[in-house]
């Protein structure tokens, strides 16, 4: 009798912890903000997702990008990255070569605002992040490898 | 969820650094104990304006981290200003917050 119990609250604890994570999942409404380059966002290569922003994958290397990251990263989820550029930016792209989807965040920037962004992104693996700049009509790009030992990505 | 936000003049230039409260799930996670995909959520837009008129405007994939963080600088503010930052996610979320430039 004892046993049958115990047995039965387990499987019942188990079937409820399922059916919520799938309740979740579904429930999740799919909105796509009109503004939100979303093929950017998915591409799966830098090529792809520098198409999907700037409208073209070439760039010109610059030395007048300067991208502040750790050379080694302990954590990849938590990697700290300032982009500042003596150009007169009207966009930042903060691209990591090797995650899945390498596209992390594009800032757009009014006349007034300096060349200067600051976050922290998520690094699955040892990469370059590639800093793009929109200046002029014209793309810039730099890049700085960061070695991460722990991934960032995916559990 | 909640922002943190700062704005401080100095001189000419103004430098604004949020700190904003997001689980920013890619939605590749796994959940360990259902083997389950963790569903995505996380901000994809945010906007800052000073006076009502843009300054910045974000746009973020799942790859900014956990809580993001965000500092940029603009000229053109002075003490006693208006910032004001708001974020939205993909599940329809969002939040803004004003504060005065120091």
């Not at chain 1, 050379?71 to 990849?76: L, Q, R, S, V």
């Not at chain 1, 990591?96 to 992390?104: I, M, Q, Y």
């Not at chain 1, 007034?112 to 060349?115: I, K, P, V, W």
């Given at each position: 009798m004892n046993m049958k119990r115990r047995v039965f609250l387990k499987s019942t604890l188990a079937g409820s912890a399922v059916a919520v994570a799938v309740g979740a999942g579904l429930v999740a409404p799919r909105q796509v903000l009109a503004a939100w380059p979303k093929s950017a966002f998915e591409a799966k290569t830098v090529q792809d997702a520098m198409k999907g922003i700037f409208g073209s994958d070439l760039s010109e290397a610059s030395g007048d990008i300067k991208i502040k990251a750790p050379?080694?990263?302990?954590?990849?989820a938590v990697v700290p990255v300032t982009i500042s550029t003596g150009m007169k930016a009207e966009s930042i792209a903060i691209i990591?070569?090797?995650?899945?989807?390498?596209?992390?965040a594009t800032f757009n920037l009014a006349a007034?605002?300096?060349?200067y962004v600051s976050t922290r992104i998520k690094m699955g693996k040892t990469s370059d992040v590639i800093a793009v700049v929109k200046s002029g009509g014209k793309t810039y790009s730099a890049r700085k490898e960061v070695k991460v030992t722990i991934g960032g990505c995916g559990g | 969820m909640s922002i943190k936000i700062r704005a401080k003049v100095k001189g000419d230039v103004c430098t604004v650094k949020a700190l904003i409260k997001h689980p920013?799930?890619?939605?590749?996670?796994?959940?360990?104990?259902?083997?389950k995909k963790i569903p995505a959520h996380f901000i994809q837009d945010v906007t800052c304006k000073h006076n009502g008129a843009d300054v910045m405007n974000a746009n973020w994939g799942?790859?900014?981290?956990?809580n993001p963080y965000l500092s940029f600088r603009f000229s053109g503010a002075k003490a006693g200003d208006t910032i004001a930052l708001s974020w939205a996610d993909n599940k329809g979320g969002s939040d803004t917050k004003e504060v005065k430039v120091k």
């Open positions: 050379d080694i990263a302990e954590n990849g990591v070569e090797k995650n899945g989807t390498p596209l992390a007034n605002t300096e060349g | 920013m799930e890619t939605g590749l996670r796994k959940d360990k104990k259902t083997g799942g790859a900014v981290s956990t």
